[in-house]
């Protein structure tokens, strides 16, 4: 599988961009797909997660009641709708894949490149 990541930009505060995640390759259907982002100076932190499968999803505390994580099976896409955003939302967005509904980043084993969200203030 390959992952792809798209949507990112500039964006003031409170805008409300979408990012997606393209996947080519093999079946996701066991798969669980999530959404990390790592700030300057940071570790990667987990944002979200959603079970392609039955769409399960779980949300880092930071981002509940902002974002929201979804999946578009015949598209073979994953989404995160980003809502009030906060210039400490400021960082580059990684989907991945895993096998597991994780928060830990070494449990997904394929990454796309990442994508740039910068919010001013």
């Known amino acids: 599988v390959q992952l792809q990541a798209c949507g990112g930009g500039s964006v003031q505060a409170g805008g409300s961009p979408r990012l997606s995640c393209a996947a080519s390759g093999r079946t996701l259907s066991s798969s669980v797909l999530g959404w990390f982002r790592r700030a300057p100076g940071k570790n990667n932190d987990f944002v979200a997660l959603?079970?392609?499968?039955?769409?399960?999803?779980i949300l880092a505390d930071s981002v509940k009641g902002r974002f929201t994580i979804s999946r578009d099976k015949a598209e073979n896409t994953m989404y995160l709708q980003m809502n009030s955003l906060k210039p400490e939302d400021t960082a580059v967005y990684y989907c991945?894949?895993?096998?597991?509904?994780?928060?830990?980043?070494?449990?997904?084993?394929?990454w796309g490149m990442g994508t740039l969200v910068t919010v001013s203030s």
């Open positions: 991945a894949k895993g096998r597991y509904r994780s928060k830990g980043s070494e449990d997904y084993d394929t």
């Open positions: 959603i079970s392609w499968g039955a769409g399960h999803t």
